[in-house]
């Protein structure tokens, strides 16, 4: 994740919400549009006829939504309380308590809404105002009721006086009887209902409606008939019937119908009692219903205002709660180490300041960690390239601990000190040194320094591993904490032996150079001086001067003759002429060398081997001649006079770090090198033996690293020197020993 | 503990006679639910018209009738439907037909009137089942000219006589919606027309 910051993800996929939270506004969306419609409804009636099924089923569709939400939600956070999810018990608790400080309210105005819608409706329906207009109505009637009897009565004259007339007569007659009677219409029907005279004040040719079936069958029973009745138009007619009596038994032989209208005024007054009386009483009729639509629609308004408050409450306690849940997870997620959580700052508030406080505190909790990381690291870094230092060091370094445990000790120092410092870190210094010699004597005078409780030093020390002396430059410091407190010591050290013989070697070549020099320049004039005298004077002097002279001028020359020799030798030591490589059998060589030796040597047993032919040898033939030379005749100066002297010399291939070499060793049993001296052999007039300068192995060992070989001495078992010698096979091998040689000498300087 | 299982036993004998007197009740309570039924219909060819002429019998529910008295007028409609028949198509309906009539009370006159809405016109009667009877009475009602129809195709009528509740305020149709009493309509009757 690195420095980048993670938001801390929510339990349920971001699809989810996203479709809730549509859901969500769709229902509440609906719900205003439902409680809108019902309040233009309540402001006008007449929109309630439009929008009544859009209301129906916006309504329902707004209860299905808010349902569908609240048994969603309703579920989850009764999963959630199961399941201890963090913040569902707090979110419970405040939809609960938002959920009662909503129902409480809504049931107190619901109920009292219902109080006044019932009580309000019935309010306008007075008792007075409803006697008032049955009172109006019976007085309408009883009005009517006159007009209806005079014109009733009227109808019965005409029939009075018809029969004791022609009815025929009637025809002739009837125009002036409907104008005398005030009617707008009289009409004569026969016996069988069909119409036999007609006359109105209407325009002619709008025939007269037949008579009713109400009517004649009255007027058949002989009794009268009248009726007010309402006309499309909004005004009232009073229709009367009679009977028509005639004939010799004076039955009924005809029907008399006349037809009243009523003024135009009393008739807009009747009409309009009758349309409020009617309407009055419609709305009596409705109020069951009115009160019943109201009620519900107040029932589905709380209904929906109730779902939707609800939602409300677990959206709010959603919002509030839903930091809390992600500060239980971020601080879940920091006890487990993710410093990296980062939450949504929700709102400007305070739990926005907590979050992000919480948010900060997380950013500095990373940045401490990356910090001690990156340090960690860099410590880690230090330290490793510390041991691969360490390792590559020449130098042998070895920390200790304050009671001089190993703590760590590096690859040189066991090359150095020729011991195995793998897995021994923790052990005790003394208990590592217990069965080497070297470190032994290393570990003692650390202890005697440690004793004198001097922690700082520094000491050239000389110790006596099996293949000789060895020089060690020592040194030691302590290691203090940062408090001060001293941890332990660290002791470094180098073999220097081969340094110091490089440096006794140089040395050695410019002393015999300048003896070379120095000397060898006399020693020919005094030899010539010496042979002038005695050739100038011998002949002159006395036999006894003469011999004298002789003798001396002979002991001038030899001597002289010796110290050329010396000089010689040393010259050569001194001397580097120019390599010239070039192959040879070095089988041929080795016996020629030999062979001479056989010869002159024959009490001495000198026996070559070679276990494997050597082909291809590339070296300074002149070179390894004189190294043979000078290695045979030490091993003859050595054996002496001595009895069953022996000399063996092995040549074999050998192959060391992937190069390959040859080795040659010469062995005799000549009494083998002192003890003290082992480690300087190869300087120059170091010698054990009565004989010789104490130059040949000085010059062989020149001549060998003049080959980039190497050179060792050593003891045998039989009390004997052992001279071994490493040389490159070829020029190539050669070149490979120089270049390694090259690289390690500035890996050593760059580790230094 | 006696005591309380004589008053358990008791209590559920009163439930067992309240629930046999309540059906008894609701089985004596008479029937003023109401009914449409179309008695006879037929088609007369008059001229180049289509005329119907039908019986209908005609009885309000108690809802209806006191909304009646109540002032609020009641419409009566004649749905009447004309199908061609075809062989191997679902039949066609050719024509949709709605005849509407009003019928209302006037407390001033004490009577009641048939209003034909399509022509205006009106007639009182005295009593409503003179006014039922008026309306229960179809007489050459003009229904489709007989050019209008495939003289090779087979025609038949259904009519049906029903209590309309369209023309009352949303509220009430709503209210209307969940009454049985306010569901007046008759079974369709069907016959075929005579060329």
Redesign the interface.
């Known amino acids: 994740m690195g420095f980048e910051k993670r938001m801390v993800r929510m339990a349920t996929p971001k699809i989810r919400p996203l479709l809730y939270g549509m859901l969500g506004a769709f229902g509440v969306g609906l719900s205003f549009v439902a409680l809108l419609m019902l309040s233009q409804v309540a402001q006008n009636?007449e929109n309630?006829?439009r929008?009544?099924?859009s209301i129906?089923w916006v309504n329902v569709l707004c209860l299905f939504v808010l349902l569908l939400l609240l048994i969603g939600n309703l579920s989850k956070l009764y999963r959630d309380y199961r399941s201890h999810v963090p913040g569902s018990k707090l979110k419970a608790r405040m939809v609960g308590m938002f959920v009662g400080l909503a129902i409480i309210p809504l049931l107190i105005v619901f109920y009292f809404s219902m109080q006044f819608i019932n009580r309000g409706i019935d309010t306008w329906f007075n008792v007075e105002v409803e006697a008032g207009l049955d009172d109006a109505?019976t007085l309408?009637?009883n009005a009517?009721a006159m007009q209806m009897r005079d014109h009733l009565a009227a109808t019965e004259q005409i029939a009075e006086r018809l029969k004791l007339t022609n009815s025929s007569q009637f025809i002739y007659e009837i125009g002036s009887l409907r104008q005398e009677i005030g009617a707008s219409e009289l009409t004569l029907f026969g016996r069988n209902g069909r119409m036999i005279a007609t006359n109105s004040d209407q325009t002619a040719g709008i025939a007269p409606k037949g008579v009713?079936?109400?009517l004649l069958m009255q007027v058949r029973q002989n009794r009268p008939y009248v009726?007010?009745?309402?006309?499309?138009d909004g005004s009232?007619e009073i229709r009367t019937g009679v009977p028509l009596i005639g004939g010799r038994n004076l039955d009924v032989i005809g029907t008399i119908r006349s037809r009243f209208i009523v003024s135009q005024r009393i008739g807009r007054m009747?009409n309009s009692?009758?349309s409020s009386?009617?309407?009055y009483?419609?709305i009596?009729?409705?109020r069951a219903?009115?009160k019943?639509?109201f009620s519900?629609t107040l029932t589905v308004v709380l209904m929906i205002s109730l779902l939707a408050s609800i939602y409300g409450a677990f959206v709010l306690s959603r919002r509030l709660v839903s930091p809390i849940q992600n500060l239980v997870k971020g601080t879940r997620a920091v006890a487990k180490g993710d410093f990296d959580t980062q939450l949504p700052i929700p709102t400007g508030d305070e739990i926005g300041f907590l979050v992000n406080s919480f948010n900060e505190m997380t950013r500095g909790l990373s940045l401490a960690r990356q910090q001690a990381s990156m340090s960690q690291n860099l410590v880690e870094a230090e330290r490793a390239n510390l041991e691969i230092i360490l390792a590559n060091l020449s130098t042998g370094v070895i920390s200790l601990e304050s009671n001089l445990k190993i703590r760590t000790a590096n690859k040189a120092a066991g090359a150095i000190l020729n011991a195995d410092f793998d897995g021994r870190a923790g052990d005790l210094l003394s208990d590592v040194a217990a069965d080497n010699t070297v470190l032994q004597e290393l570990y003692d005078v650390v202890k005697k320094q440690f004793d004198k409780g001097i922690t700082i030093w520094h000491d050239q020390i000389v110790v006596h591993a099996i293949k000789g002396r060895r020089v060690l430059t020592c040194a030691c410091t302590d290691l203090s904490s940062e408090a001060g407190e001293e941890v332990g010591f660290v002791v470094v050290f180098d073999d220097i032996t081969q340094q110091l013989q490089s440096q006794r070697d140089a040395a050695w070549s410019e002393v015999a150079r300048r003896l070379a020099h120095e000397i060898k320049n006399p020693l020919t004039p005094i030899q010539l001086s010496a042979e002038r005298l005695r050739k100038k004077y011998l002949d002159t002097m006395s036999s006894k001067d003469g011999e004298i002279l002789d003798r001396s001028t002979h002991i001038i020359v030899e001597q002289v003759a010796a110290m050329r020799d010396m000089v010689n030798a040393f010259s050569d030591y001194a001397r580097a002429p120019d390599m010239e490589i070039s192959s040879f059998d070095i089988e041929d060589l080795i016996n020629d060398v030999v062979d001479l030796y056989k010869e002159q040597e024959a009490k001495i047993k000198i026996i070559f081997n070679i276990k494997t032919p050597i082909e291809n040898f590339d070296a300074d033939p002149g070179r390894i001649r004189q190294m043979m030379h000078n290695l045979i005749r030490n091993s003859i100066e050595a054996i002496d006079s001595k009895a069953d002297g022996l000399i063996n010399i092995i040549i074999k291939p050998k192959e060391i770090n992937k190069i390959a070499m040859i080795e040659i060793t010469v062995e005799d049993n000549g009494g083998g090198f002192k003890s003290q001296s082992l480690g300087q052999v190869f300087d120059p007039y170091v010698t054990s033996k009565p004989k010789g300068t104490g130059l040949g192995l000085a010059i062989v060992k020149k001549l060998v690293e003049e080959h980039m070989g190497s050179i060792e001495a050593s003891n045998t078992k039989n009390n004997g020197a052992l001279i071994s010698i490493l040389l490159p096979r070829n020029e190539k091998t050669r070149e490979t020993i120089i270049i390694n040689s090259k690289k390690n000498q500035d890996n050593g300087r760059a580790l230094v | 503990m006696r005591f309380a299982i004589q008053k358990k036993i008791s209590t559920v004998m009163m439930l067992f006679l309240l629930c046999f007197a309540l059906n008894v009740s609701a089985q004596m309570r008479p029937n003023h639910e109401g009914y449409f039924d179309v008695r006879s219909a037929t088609t007369l060819l008059v001229e180049q018209d289509y005329l119907l002429d039908a019986r209908l019998q005609l009885f309000l529910s108690d809802e209806a009738l006191?909304?009646l008295n109540?002032?609020?007028p009641l419409t009566i409609e004649l749905s009447i439907e004309i199908i061609r028949s075809r062989r191997f198509l679902p039949d066609a309906k050719e024509e949709e037909l709605e005849f509407q009539f009003e019928l209302e009370y006037?407390?001033?006159?004490q009577?009641y009137?048939v209003?034909d809405v399509q022509k205006?016109?009106?007639?009182?009667?005295?009593t409503l089942f003179?006014a039922l009877n008026k309306l229960g009475k179809v007489q050459n009602l003009i229904l489709i000219q007989n050019s209008s129809l495939d003289p090779r195709a087979s025609y038949r009528f259904r009519l049906q006589a029903l209590l309309s509740t369209k023309q009352y305020?949303?509220?009430?149709?709503?209210?209307f919606f969940w009454r049985d009493q306010w569901d007046l309509k008759s079974e369709w009757y069907e016959w075929q027309l005579q060329k």
């Open positions: 009636s309630f006829d929008l009544a099924d129906l109505l309408s009637r009517l009713s079936d109400e009726s007010l009745d309402p006309l499309s009232y009747v009692i009758d009386y009617t309407d009483k419609k009596v009729y409705l219903p009115l019943r639509t519900l | 006191n909304a109540s002032g609020v006037r407390p001033l006159s009577r009137i209003r205006g016109t009106q007639d009182s009667y005295a003179s305020s949303a509220p009430l149709r709503i209210l």
